[in-house]
């Protein structure tokens, strides 16, 4: 299982990239899906699974516990207490 780096602040984020072919996503591009598998982690307890396809038709899947997803998500509204206030 891949593990999960939380990065609150992304501003400068992943300097090492800045010398590498990347792939950016834009709004045009084939929505990102989430999967959640019951049973994904060997402890038993739920995995998602994150589909990303690529221009050239190649799809990328990263895989990480439902715990990790939701603790990131926790840690994202304990940051921004007011995201849902519209």
């Known amino acids: 299982m891949?593990?999960?780096?939380i990065?609150?602040?992304?501003?400068?984020?992943?300097?090492?990239?800045?010398d590498k072919k990347t792939i950016q996503?834009?709004?045009?591009?084939?929505?990102?899906q989430l999967a959640v598998l019951e049973r994904g982690m060997?402890?038993?307890?739920?995995?998602?699974a994150f589909r990303l396809d690529l221009p050239d038709g190649e799809s990328v899947?990263?895989?990480?516990s439902a715990?990790?997803?939701c603790t990131a998500a926790r840690?994202?509204?304990a940051r921004y207490p007011d995201l849902f206030e519209d």
């Open 2 to 5: 891949i593990p999960l780096t």
């Open 7 to 18: 990065i609150l602040d992304g501003k400068g984020a992943w300097p090492d990239l800045r």
């Open 25 to 32: 996503l834009s709004n045009s591009s084939t929505p990102m």
């Open 42 to 48: 060997a402890s038993g307890r739920p995995s998602v």
């Open 61 to 64: 899947v990263a895989e990480t």
């Open 67 to 69: 715990r990790l997803l």
């Open 75 to 77: 840690a994202i509204m």
